[in-house]
């Protein structure tokens, strides 16, 4: 699988937590459980460091404070 960095499209876990407006801790949670896995499922770096994917980060936060937000 290749993992592009640094374009926008995967985002951070810390990334993730700012988008969501939520700490770092509940974002981990977040893709701990699955919330963050439609329409893209997160990844993983061989670093071991999570990676989510912009389009579910925009859903989960359209799911969690409607559209408008």
């Known amino acids: 699988m290749v993992v592009v960095v640094g374009d926008g499209t995967w985002l951070t876990v810390g990334e993730v937590a700012a988008a969501l407006n939520v700490s770092d801790t509940t ?37 969690l404070y409607g559209s408008g937000s």
């Open 27 to 63: 974002a981990r949670s977040y893709l701990d459980a699955g919330k963050l896995d439609e329409p893209v499922k997160p990844t993983r770096l061989p670093s071991g460091h999570r990676r989510a994917h912009r389009d579910s980060v925009e859903r989960l936060r359209r799911e």
